[in-house]
C-alpha cells in the first residue's frame, strides 16, 4: 500500500490494524513493514491497557528512507498513530508492506520456513533506533507480562531519547 501524505496537516488517528475477529486478512499477530520517504514524522504508539494506571506512549522518529517493522505482539496490546505536525510543509510517502493469511499457510510445498525472526520464549525484543538515519526501526512489542514492566523502565531506555509516558 502506498500513501500520500501532502504536509504535516494529513494525519491517521490511533487504531490497530488487526484484532480479534476483524476480516482484513491479516491473520493473528501480524508483521506490517513500513518504509518512510520524504518528510521525516513522528509515529506513536500507545498501550491499549494501562499499567499500574498508567498508559504507554511512545513517539518514534520515522525519517526519508527509515524502515518500522510492527512485530507479532504489536497489534494485539498497541495502538498506532501518525499525528499532526503543523511544522512539517513536505510531503511524505509511506509504503507499507503487508502478509495476508490464508488458511493454507501451515505449508507451502518447495519453501523453507525461516523462523529466525521468532522470538525465544521469555525473551523481548523492542529496539527503539533515535538518530533517525535510515535506520530499521524494530518494534517487537512485548507481551502483557513484559509490558507491565515497561512503565518502571521506560526513562532508562529513552533516556536522551524521545519517549513519554501518559496518565
Known amino acids: 500500500v502506498a500513501n500520500h501524505y501532502a504536509n504535516g496537516r494529513v494525519l491517521i488517528n490511533w487504531h490497530s490494524d488487526s484484532g480479534p475477529g476483524d476480516d482484513e486478512g491479516l491473520g493473528p499477530n501480524p508483521r506490517i513493514g513500513s518504509v518512510s520517504l520524504g518528510a521525516g514524522r513522528s509515529f506513536c504508539l500507545k498501550s491499549k491497557?494501562?499499567?499500574?494506571?498508567?498508559?504507554?506512549?511512545?513517539?518514534?522518529?520515522?525519517?526519508?528512507?527509515?524502515?518500522?517493522?510492527?512485530?507479532?505482539?504489536?497489534?494485539?496490546?498497541?495502538?498506532?498513530?501518525?499525528?499532526?505536525?503543523?511544522?512539517?510543509?513536505?510531503?511524505?510517502?509511506?509504503?507499507?508492506?503487508?502478509?495476508?493469511?490464508?488458511?493454507?499457510?501451515?505449508?507451502?510445498?518447495?519453501?523453507?520456513?525461516?523462523?529466525?525472526?521468532?522470538?525465544?520464549?521469555?525473551?523481548?525484543?523492542?529496539?527503539?533506533?533515535?538518530?533517525?538515519?535510515g535506520q530499521p526501526v524494530l518494534v517487537d512489542v512485548p507481551d502483557d507480562m513484559v509490558a507491565a514492566q515497561l512503565p518502571r523502565y521506560l526513562p532508562a531506555v529513552l533516556q536522551g531519547g524521545r519517549g513519554s509516558q501518559g496518565r
Open 49 to 133: 491497557r494501562k499499567f499500574g494506571g498508567r498508559t504507554v506512549h511512545l513517539d518514534i522518529p520515522l525519517t526519508h528512507g527509515s524502515l518500522l517493522v510492527m512485530g507479532h505482539n504489536s497489534q494485539t496490546h498497541w495502538l498506532h498513530a501518525l499525528p499532526a505536525d503543523e511544522n512539517c510543509r513536505d510531503e511524505r510517502i509511506n509504503l507499507t508492506f503487508r502478509f495476508y493469511a490464508r488458511q493454507s499457510t501451515k505449508h507451502i510445498e518447495g519453501v523453507e520456513h525461516n523462523h529466525e525472526w521468532e522470538t525465544a520464549p521469555g525473551s523481548t525484543r523492542m529496539l527503539l533506533h533515535r538518530d533517525g538515519r
